[in-house]
Protein backbone atom coordinates (compact mmCIF):
# COMPACT_ATOMS: atom_id res chain seq x y z
CA UNK A 1 0.00 0.00 0.00
CA UNK A 2 2.90 2.31 0.39
CA UNK A 3 3.09 3.28 -3.18
CA UNK A 4 -0.15 4.57 -3.28
CA UNK A 5 -0.01 6.78 0.08
CA UNK A 6 1.04 10.07 0.22
CA UNK A 7 3.72 11.13 2.81
CA UNK A 8 1.84 11.95 6.28
CA UNK A 9 2.61 14.07 9.05
CA UNK A 10 0.49 13.89 12.22
CA UNK A 11 0.28 17.47 13.76
CA UNK A 12 -1.37 19.06 17.11
CA UNK A 13 -0.94 20.01 20.75
CA UNK A 14 0.80 17.40 23.26
CA UNK A 15 -1.35 14.59 24.88
CA UNK A 16 -3.56 15.18 21.80
CA UNK A 17 -2.39 11.26 20.67
CA UNK A 18 -0.24 12.29 17.62
CA UNK A 19 2.07 9.03 18.30
CA UNK A 20 -0.39 6.59 19.27
CA UNK A 21 -2.12 7.86 15.75
CA UNK A 22 0.63 8.07 14.37
CA UNK A 23 2.56 4.60 15.41
CA UNK A 24 -0.80 2.83 14.63
CA UNK A 25 -1.46 4.34 10.74
CA UNK A 26 1.93 3.58 9.94
CA UNK A 27 1.68 0.05 11.46
CA UNK A 28 -1.95 -0.18 9.60
CA UNK A 29 -0.53 1.27 5.96
CA UNK A 30 2.74 -1.06 6.42
CA UNK A 31 5.05 2.26 6.74
CA UNK A 32 8.03 3.80 8.35
CA UNK A 33 7.11 5.86 11.54
CA UNK A 34 9.24 8.74 12.77
CA UNK A 35 8.40 10.83 16.02
CA UNK A 36 9.56 14.16 15.11
CA UNK A 37 9.99 14.87 19.13
CA UNK A 38 13.56 12.80 18.39
CA UNK A 39 14.25 15.16 16.04
CA UNK A 40 14.56 18.19 17.56
CA UNK A 41 18.45 19.35 19.29
CA UNK A 42 19.19 19.16 22.39
CA UNK A 43 19.12 22.75 23.05
CA UNK A 44 15.45 22.63 21.92
CA UNK A 45 14.81 20.10 24.26
CA UNK A 46 16.22 21.67 27.29
CA UNK A 47 14.37 24.70 26.37
CA UNK A 48 10.93 22.77 26.38
CA UNK A 49 11.85 20.51 29.27
CA UNK A 50 12.18 23.98 31.87
CA UNK A 51 8.64 25.04 30.33
CA UNK A 52 10.01 27.80 27.38
CA UNK A 53 8.22 27.58 24.22
CA UNK A 54 10.08 27.59 21.34
CA UNK A 55 10.42 30.75 18.75
CA UNK A 56 10.29 30.54 15.65
CA UNK A 57 13.94 30.82 15.01
CA UNK A 58 14.29 28.10 16.86
CA UNK A 59 12.01 25.82 15.45
CA UNK A 60 13.24 26.41 11.72
CA UNK A 61 16.09 24.30 11.30
CA UNK A 62 13.89 21.07 13.45
CA UNK A 63 11.29 21.86 10.88
CA UNK A 64 13.75 21.95 7.55
CA UNK A 65 14.70 18.05 9.81
CA UNK A 66 11.57 17.13 9.60
CA UNK A 67 10.49 18.15 5.95
CA UNK A 68 13.72 15.90 5.07
CA UNK A 69 12.51 13.02 6.77
CA UNK A 70 8.92 13.05 5.28
CA UNK A 71 10.34 13.71 1.58
CA UNK A 72 13.10 11.54 1.71
CA UNK A 73 10.30 8.55 3.02
CA UNK A 74 8.02 9.29 -0.05
CA UNK A 75 9.22 6.14 -2.02
CA UNK A 76 8.04 3.84 0.81
CA UNK A 77 5.88 6.11 2.78
CA UNK A 78 6.38 7.54 5.90
CA UNK A 79 4.37 8.28 8.72
CA UNK A 80 5.97 11.49 10.86
CA UNK A 81 4.58 13.51 14.04
CA UNK A 82 5.54 17.02 14.27
CA UNK A 83 3.44 19.63 15.98
CA UNK A 84 3.13 21.92 13.03
CA UNK A 85 0.78 24.37 15.29
CA UNK A 86 0.85 27.20 12.81
CA UNK A 87 0.31 26.89 9.05
CA UNK A 88 3.28 28.46 7.73
CA UNK A 89 5.29 26.02 9.80
CA UNK A 90 3.23 23.42 7.16
CA UNK A 91 3.44 25.42 4.62
CA UNK A 92 6.99 25.26 4.87
CA UNK A 93 6.98 21.63 5.18
CA UNK A 94 4.90 21.22 2.09
CA UNK A 95 7.29 23.28 0.29
CA UNK A 96 9.63 20.58 0.50
CA UNK A 97 6.98 17.46 0.45
CA UNK A 98 3.59 19.38 -1.92
CA UNK A 99 2.33 16.13 -1.43
CA UNK A 100 1.87 15.61 2.40
CA UNK A 101 -1.27 14.51 3.85
CA UNK A 102 -1.71 16.07 7.02
CA UNK A 103 -3.75 14.30 10.42
CA UNK A 104 -5.10 17.29 12.82
CA UNK A 105 -6.10 15.33 15.81
CA UNK A 106 -8.85 18.15 17.20
CA UNK A 107 -10.29 17.66 21.20
CA UNK A 108 -11.16 19.67 24.13
CA UNK A 109 -8.53 21.14 25.88
CA UNK A 110 -9.63 19.88 29.38
CA UNK A 111 -9.30 15.73 27.75
CA UNK A 112 -6.10 16.84 26.64
CA UNK A 113 -4.52 18.12 29.92
CA UNK A 114 -6.76 14.75 31.80
CA UNK A 115 -4.27 12.53 29.38
CA UNK A 116 -1.57 14.68 29.94
CA UNK A 117 -2.05 13.95 33.87
CA UNK A 118 -1.77 10.93 33.29
CA UNK A 119 1.68 10.48 31.64
CA UNK A 120 5.04 11.53 31.82
CA UNK A 121 6.58 12.99 29.27
CA UNK A 122 10.89 13.34 29.09
CA UNK A 123 10.37 17.10 28.21
CA UNK A 124 7.28 18.63 27.23
CA UNK A 125 5.70 19.70 30.85
CA UNK A 126 2.31 20.02 31.01
CA UNK A 127 2.40 24.10 31.53
CA UNK A 128 3.22 24.41 27.71
CA UNK A 129 -0.40 23.16 26.86
CA UNK A 130 -2.00 26.54 27.20
CA UNK A 131 0.37 27.77 25.03
CA UNK A 132 0.10 25.33 22.39
CA UNK A 133 -3.53 25.85 22.47
CA UNK A 134 -2.66 29.68 21.77
CA UNK A 135 -0.85 29.09 18.99
CA UNK A 136 -2.89 26.28 17.29
CA UNK A 137 -3.64 27.16 13.91
CA UNK A 138 -6.25 24.45 13.16
CA UNK A 139 -6.06 22.43 9.52
CA UNK A 140 -7.80 24.78 6.57
CA UNK A 141 -10.04 23.69 4.03
CA UNK A 142 -7.20 24.40 1.31
CA UNK A 143 -4.76 21.93 3.52
CA UNK A 144 -4.68 18.60 2.29
CA UNK A 145 -5.27 16.65 5.23
CA UNK A 146 -8.25 15.14 7.67
CA UNK A 147 -9.33 16.68 10.78
CA UNK A 148 -10.28 14.21 13.45
CA UNK A 149 -12.18 14.26 16.74
CA UNK A 150 -9.97 12.59 18.82
CA UNK A 151 -13.09 11.61 21.42
CA UNK A 152 -13.13 8.73 19.36
CA UNK A 153 -10.96 5.05 20.07
CA UNK A 154 -8.12 5.07 17.69
CA UNK A 155 -9.40 2.46 15.88
CA UNK A 156 -12.10 4.47 14.24
CA UNK A 157 -9.75 7.07 13.93
CA UNK A 158 -7.56 4.90 11.83
CA UNK A 159 -10.27 3.98 9.86
CA UNK A 160 -11.31 7.20 9.19
CA UNK A 161 -7.75 8.35 8.27
CA UNK A 162 -6.90 5.78 5.96
CA UNK A 163 -10.16 6.48 3.76
CA UNK A 164 -9.47 9.82 3.20
CA UNK A 165 -6.01 9.10 2.27
CA UNK A 166 -6.62 5.87 0.28
CA UNK A 167 -9.51 8.21 -1.22
CA UNK A 168 -7.23 10.74 -2.18
CA UNK A 169 -8.77 13.70 -0.81
CA UNK A 170 -6.92 16.92 -1.82
CA UNK A 171 -8.56 19.06 0.61
CA UNK A 172 -9.29 19.02 4.28
CA UNK A 173 -12.16 17.51 5.26
CA UNK A 174 -13.86 16.82 9.30
CA UNK A 175 -14.25 12.61 10.15
CA UNK A 176 -15.05 11.00 13.72
Known sequence: MASEIPPV?????????????GTLLAER?????????????????????????????????WLA??????????????????????????DFIRHSVPSLFI????GPMELVAQRISARNHEYMPAEL???????????EADESGIIVDIRYTPAELIDSIVTAITEGGTSAHRAG
Open 29 to 61: LGVAFVDGDRLHSADNVARMAAGIALTDTERMP
Open 129 to 139: LQSQYDTLEPL
Open 9 to 21: MIMGVQGAGKSTI
Open 103 to 106: VDPE
Open 65 to 90: DVANVLREGQPEGVVVVCSALKRRYR
